[in-house]
């Protein structure tokens, strides 16, 4: 059984930093894609970053480029987001995914499994 578990969500002031984790266990291969996403009240899931096994580098959203790093150990099945810089409008709940396929997409319907998500709130 698949699951994942992130970690490090907080309450900062706008400028401030958080570091994300997510622990993923029980996955039987090391080739899948492992994402970021975020949601707000009242506003639809979205994308922040994604990294497929043979990727060298993490795809982001254009909202986060320059203010938020993905970084992800497929061997270690763990993935972290550092953001940096954070706004009101990033406050949200964030989840990590995986997406079996290792295609990997900013698009939340073509992942497989989903964590618990972890609550971040910017607010001065």
Not at 29 to 51: C, H, L, N
Not at 80 to 103: H, K, P, V
Request: charged share 15%.
């Amino acid at each position: 059984q698949v699951q994942l578990v992130e970690s490090g969500g907080g309450s900062v002031q706008p400028g401030g930093s958080l570091r994300l984790s997510c622990a993923a266990s029980g996955m039987s291969s090391a080739v899948y894609a492992i994402a970021w996403f975020r949601q707000a009240p009242g506003k639809e899931r979205e994308g922040i970053s994604y990294i497929s096994n043979g990727q060298t580098q993490p795809t982001y959203t254009s909202s986060v480029k320059g203010r938020f790093t993905m970084t992800g150990d497929h061997a270690k099945n763990t993935a972290y987001l550092q953001m940096n810089n954070l706004q009101d409008e990033d406050t949200a709940i964030y989840y990590c995914a995986i997406d079996r396929t290792n295609f990997g997409s900013l698009d939340y319907q073509l992942y497989d499994y989903w964590g618990q998500g972890t609550q971040v709130t910017v607010s001065s």
